[in-house]
């Protein structure tokens, strides 16, 4: 089992930027692929982004793209998510998470080591 703890997160006015961070420990980060998600409070956990286990494919959420990207350095064992141009819709709690596969996939199901998260509040 992978542990994952986030960080990176807090309070920014609306049009700013962030760098989350997630850093595994236990298994290396490099046999997953990993993903980014979303909970805003009241709402389901949704996709965000997701990299495969080298880095050389991504996916992101129609809502995020062009805003954000999702990168990897398995030197580190640690993924970030840059995000840009922050919107006050952004604002949810953002967890990391790695993959059962090595390739990129979107289906939460997919994905059984969660990390704790970091919030992120948008300001208008």
């Known amino acids: 089992q992978v542990q994952l703890v986030e960080s990176g997160g807090g309070l920014v006015q609306a049009g700013g930027s962030l760098r989350l961070s997630c850093t595994a420990s236990g298994p290396t980060l490099s046999n997953h692929a990993v993903g980014w998600f979303r909970q805003a409070p009241g709402t389901e956990r949704e996709f965000v982004a997701a990299?495969?286990?080298?880095?050389?494919?991504?996916s992101y959420a129609d809502s995020v793209k062009g805003r954000f990207t999702i990168s990897r350095d398995n030197s580190k064992n640690t993924a970030y998510l840059q995000i840009n141009s922050l919107k006050p819709e952004d604002t949810a709690t953002y967890y990391c998470a790695a993959s059962i596969y090595l390739s990129v996939t979107t289906d939460i199901n997919d994905y059984t080591d969660w990390g704790q998260g970091t919030s992120v509040t948008v300001s208008s």
């Open positions: 990299v495969s286990w080298s880095g050389g494919s991504t």
